[in-house]
């Protein structure tokens, strides 16, 4: 089972960012916190991943809390190509345990 | 470079009958999977492969699902009968190696509807 939570659904303005939570209160002290998404008709893309601090790449900015129980995607300008399912899973660097684990994600509508 | 390949897109066929996916990973990946995601569900994990040999086929229905990795590149994955609950999306994926973070790429999966 997928040891994230997040929203169902969210909606967002063309333009503005977009706030992803995600809670993952068990996280263990070497499991990583990975973002991928999904566009409609597509495989998964990975976006970002972190371990404890916040990281930034071209794509999102990751902001992981201080006690890592939580953590927030932000994609700082919306377009309506990031419309997609957004998934946020924990995972260890090693072994079978560091398989990908998918839940449902988050349904991410981009309107304009 | 070019991406994770996977054939065919689409692919219908009726119950009992069977049917082959084939993947080719992205050039001098060494890890390659196999995820079954239905309808309104994350992918889910089938079968990893470290070059030609098995690494975890915990979540392979074995008694149907059968995958192999010759010469650790090409993959395929068959389903020997099908179900009408293996209707889903098949997708393969490609890793560089199996160590630390390793970023998964995935192809855009084969849509199997079972009659």
């Known amino acids: 089972d997928a040891k994230t939570t997040q929203p169902t659904s969210m909606d967002c303005a063309e333009g503005r960012a977009a706030n992803l939570p995600c809670n993952h209160s068990?996280?263990?002290?070497?499991?990583?916190v990975y973002w991928y998404r999904q566009i409609h008709s597509q495989g998964p893309q990975y976006i970002i991943h972190?371990?404890?601090n916040n990281e930034t790449n071209e794509m999102a900015s990751l902001i992981i809390t201080e006690d890592r129980k939580s953590s927030t995607l932000i994609l700082p300008h919306a377009t309506l190509r990031d419309t997609a399912v957004y998934y946020c899973?924990?995972?260890?660097?090693?072994?079978?345990?560091?398989?990908?684990?998918f839940g449902k994600g988050t349904k991410l509508s981009v309107k304009p | 470079e070019a991406g994770v390949a996977q054939s065919p897109r689409y692919k219908i066929i009726e119950k009992r009958q069977s049917v082959a996916f084939w993947c080719n990973p992205i050039?001098?990946?060494?890890?390659l999977y196999w995820y079954q995601q239905i309808l309104g569900q994350g992918p889910k994990l089938l079968i990893q492969?470290?070059?030609?040999?098995?690494?975890?086929d915990s979540q392979l229905p074995k008694d149907r699902f059968s995958a192999e990795r010759l010469k650790g590149v090409d993959s395929t994955l068959k389903i020997q009968p099908a179900k009408l609950e293996d209707s889903a999306v098949y997708l393969c994926?490609?890793?560089?190696?199996?160590?630390?973070?390793?970023?998964?790429?995935f192809g855009p999966g084969t849509r199997l509807t079972v009659l």
């Open positions: 994926a490609s890793s560089p190696k199996r160590d630390s973070a390793d970023t998964q790429y």
């Open positions: 068990t996280i263990s002290g070497n499991e990583y």
């Open positions: 972190g371990l404890k």
């Open positions: 899973i924990v995972r260890v660097e090693w072994g079978s345990q560091g398989n990908l684990i």
């Open positions: 050039s001098g990946h060494a890890t």
């Open positions: 492969f470290q070059n030609n040999g098995v690494v975890d």
